[in-house]
């Protein structure tokens, strides 16, 4: 048996590029695209580089603080981690342990089946209906965990709090994961329901609504034993996730809460801007309430549109997967970004 033979083999996740190109319009990777606000600029420049030397805190127990007082929970409620990816890889590792297979949508986060295959864990596919909703019914069947996202990615459709209850009751006993990494762009967070249901862990991230992907700051909350489990999981890989700077950053960003509501409100007013004028053009789409549109054209192929758009200095992000390759996911900048993004749209349409 050769070295190469003990080499592991896993087909990683594909992240939307980031490419280095100057006056690109990025709208690939549902990044933010305001800064993310004067505290956090300020909590850098009074950064003491003194700190650097000295390890973080393992647990980052001041920003635990302030998010549990956020969210209105006890600090043994709240797990953080690098990033959610990283928050959701562990929590596969924590919670996902039983034989039967985990359920999550045929069309969700590509990331979940990722880490399934790497840590060899049944999974199934449940097939969203034709309008690409989640159906709480499929999820009766046996299994050893349930995760999706609310509002789903990359359709960008949310379900009721009653749905997920609904969910949450017939799986009394598996973990149900809510990956509200898009929630605070019109959604409702399923928060109120950790008080009743100790097998629901939900996930949250700084990177899209908090302007925050640079740094890598995620959250899982839920109850103490799932969290506990989750720390000592963490602290069997790697007792340190969260740098000094990060950590810093993190609590500006708490602080900076108004300010980061009232982007996510621009937000969603560009959304609901983007989506009428699309519709005009003849364009469908789901309902988003994320910080992204789903949207395909009739009579246009989307791998076309994107490769058009591409040329004319605006990235989106195009899977070619079976049920959504006639799709484009655009995720919403400015108002003037989207401006421009549907003027080079009806140029391209009118060429074609
Ligand atoms: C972006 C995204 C994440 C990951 O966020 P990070 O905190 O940047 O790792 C998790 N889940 C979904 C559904 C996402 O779209």
């Keep these: 048996m050769s070295w190469q033979d003990k080499l592991r083999n896993v087909e990683p996740y594909q992240a ?8 690109l319009i990025k709208l690939n990777t549902n990044e933010n695209p305001y800064d993310p606000g004067t505290k956090v600029k300020q909590a850098i420049l009074d950064f003491d580089s003194s700190l650097l030397p000295l390890y973080p805190r393992p647990d980052a127990d001041e920003l635990k603080h302030s998010l549990a007082l956020y969210h209105g929970l006890a600090d043994d409620q709240v797990f953080i981690g690098n990033g959610s990816d990283e928050v959701l890889a562990l929590t596969f590792l924590t919670c996902f342990n039983g034989e039967k297979p985990v359920l999550f949508p045929d069309i969700s986060y590509s990331f979940y089946p990722v880490y399934c295959e790497l840590y ?3 999974y199934h596919k449940v097939p969203l209906n034709e309008q690409l909703e989640i159906v709480k019914e ?9 995760i999706f996202p ?11 709090s009653e749905l997920i209850e609904d969910i ?9 994961v809510i990956d509200e990494a898009y929630i605070d762009f019109g959604g409702e967070s399923v928060v109120p329901l950790l008080k009743k249901y100790p097998n ?50 993190g609590l500006a960003s708490i602080e900076d809460s108004d300010y980061i509501h009232d982007n996510a409100k621009k937000i969603i007013e560009t959304r609901e801007y983007t989506k009428k004028e699309l519709k005009a053009l003849g364009f469908v789409m789901p309902d988003s309430y994320a910080n992204f549109i789903f949207v395909k054209h009739p009579q246009y192929d989307a791998k076309d549109l994107f490769i058009k758009l591409r040329e004319r200095g605006i990235l989106v992000r195009y899977f070619d997967k079976p049920r959504i390759d006639q799709y484009l996911r655009v995720t919403i900048g400015t108002q003037k970004q989207m401006e421009t993004f549907v003027q080079v749209i009806k140029e391209i349409l009118s060429l074609l």
């Design 200 to 249: 629901l862990l939900i996930t949250q991230t700084f990177s899209k609504f908090r302007s925050l992907a640079g740094i890598r700051l995620g959250v899982a909350l839920g109850n103490t034993e799932i969290i506990s489990k989750l720390y000592d999981v963490k602290n069997s890989f790697n007792s340190y996730p969260i740098d000094s700077l990060a950590q810093v950053i």
């Design 168 to 176: 949450l009751k017939h799986n009394s006993e598996s973990i149900v």
């Design 138 to 146: 499929d999820y009766y069947q046996e299994n050893s965990g349930i």
């Design 120 to 122: 060899g864990i049944n």
């Design 16 to 23: 939307g590029e980031q490419p280095q190109i100057k006056n």
């Design 150 to 160: 609310n509002p789903n990615a990359p359709t960008g459709l949310l379900v009721t």
